[in-house]
């Protein structure tokens, strides 16, 4: 389905943006990974991606929190493949504190990776998305850019600016071959809420068990983990050509959370 098409998914050697990636590498793309991790377990990564999908796979190990990594990852990835046809930002992190205490690092590093990454990473794909008349960007927003929960200022506010950004590129390239959608999906198990689960447990004083049910799990009425298969079956679809006039969209993948 997407034979001949090239991809960059940033934040992809772990959780939603890894299962995007294989997606789009079983759809036929080629596929530039990025993110951190032991070197060695990324390249066993790429080679068993590349070998079982048949596309090209790459990695580069840009820091996406520094824009000029981002402008060189995007870069890379028009070398390698001569093309981004699809660019995934992905890329995120949580912090989770009430604002009076929140970290002033915290906060300016998750803008940096949530929000300002995917504008310089836009930016930057978007000339050569022009030239060739089809594009598809995909920003990896969260319910959080829909709605709010306490203790998430930082990550609220950079995913809520990341749909204003989506609809504003949407609305820029409407006229093209080019859509900009941003999917919001509820809880998914990855290590970014394996993190969440072990320091919502201290804010609220509560084991783990009890915080999945009573505090995670408490907004999503599904009372279910969203798999990642699901969000990247989403995403899959939302680059083919059925998909080409839903743009500037946020498509909740939530089990009911934004429903109330
Ligand atoms: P994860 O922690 O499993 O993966 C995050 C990825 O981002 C990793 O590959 C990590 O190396 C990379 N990354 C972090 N900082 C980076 C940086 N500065 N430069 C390059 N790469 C960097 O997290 P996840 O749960 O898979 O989250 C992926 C995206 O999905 C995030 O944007 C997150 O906000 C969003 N999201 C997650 C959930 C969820 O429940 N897990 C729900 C909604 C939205």
Same mark, same amino acid.
């Given at each position: 389905?997407?034979?001949?098409?090239?991809?960059?998914?940033?934040?992809?050697?772990?959780?939603?943006?890894?299962?995007?990636?294989?997606?789009? @590498?079983?759809?036929? +793309?080629?596929?530039? *990974?990025? =993110?951190?991790?032991?070197?060695? /377990?990324? %390249?066993?990564?790429?080679?068993?991606?590349?070998?079982?999908?048949?596309?090209?796979?790459?990695?580069?190990?840009?820091?996406?929190?520094?824009?000029?990594?981002?402008?060189?990852?995007?870069?890379?990835?028009?070398?390698?493949?001569?093309?981004?046809?699809?660019?995934?930002?992905?890329?995120?992190?949580?912090?989770?504190?009430?604002?009076?205490?929140?970290?002033?690092?915290?906060?300016?590093?998750?803008?940096?990776?949530?929000?300002?990454?995917?504008?310089?990473?836009?930016?930057?794909?978007?000339?050569?998305?022009?030239?060739?008349?089809?594009?598809?960007?995909?920003?990896?927003?969260?319910?959080?850019?829909?709605?709010?929960?306490?203790?998430?200022? @930082?990550?609220?506010? +950079?995913?809520?600016? *990341?749909? =204003?950004?989506?609809?504003?590129? /949407?609305? %820029?390239?409407?006229?093209?071959?080019?859509?900009?959608?941003?999917?919001?999906?509820?809880?998914?198990?990855?290590?970014?809420?394996?993190?969440?689960?072990?320091?919502?447990?201290?804010?609220?004083?509560?084991?783990?068990?009890?915080?999945?049910?009573?505090?995670?799990?408490?907004?999503?009425?599904?009372?279910?983990?969203?798999?990642?298969?699901?969000?990247?079956?989403?995403?899959?679809?939302?680059?083919?050509?059925?998909?080409?006039?839903?743009?500037?969209?946020?498509?909740?993948?939530?089990?009911?959370?934004?429903?109330?």
């Amino acid at each position: 389905m997407l034979a001949g098409k090239s991809a960059l998914v940033t934040g992809s050697t772990s959780g939603i943006g890894l299962g995007l990636a294989r997606a789009l @590498a079983r759809a036929g +793309a080629n596929v530039m *990974l990025n =993110g951190f991790g032991d070197a060695a /377990a990324i %390249e066993a990564l790429r080679r068993d991606l590349a070998a079982e999908t048949g596309v090209r796979v790459a990695y580069h190990a840009a820091d996406v929190s520094r824009p000029e990594a981002v402008a060189a990852l995007v870069e890379a990835a028009e070398a390698a493949f001569g093309a981004v046809d699809i660019l995934v930002n992905n890329a995120g992190l949580q912090h989770v504190a009430p604002v009076d205490e929140f970290p002033e690092e915290k906060w300016t590093l998750i803008q940096d990776v949530v929000l300002n990454s995917a504008f310089h990473a836009t930016k930057a794909a978007l000339p050569g998305m022009k030239r060739r008349n089809w594009g598809r960007i995909l920003n990896l927003v969260s319910v959080h850019g829909l709605i709010a929960s306490p203790y998430k200022s @930082a990550y609220t506010a +950079a995913k809520h600016g *990341l749909v =204003g950004l989506t609809k504003t590129v /949407a609305l %820029e390239v409407a006229e093209t071959g080019i859509t900009c959608n941003a999917i919001c999906p509820g809880y998914v198990r990855t290590p970014l809420v394996e993190g969440q689960i072990a320091s919502q447990a201290q804010v609220h004083k509560l084991p783990p068990d009890r915080v999945i049910r009573e505090v995670i799990l408490a907004a999503q009425p599904s009372k279910r983990f969203v798999e990642i298969e699901e969000v990247a079956a989403l995403a899959v679809f939302l680059c083919g050509e059925n998909a080409r006039s839903i743009t500037g969209s946020s498509i909740p993948i939530d089990g009911g959370w934004t429903a109330r």
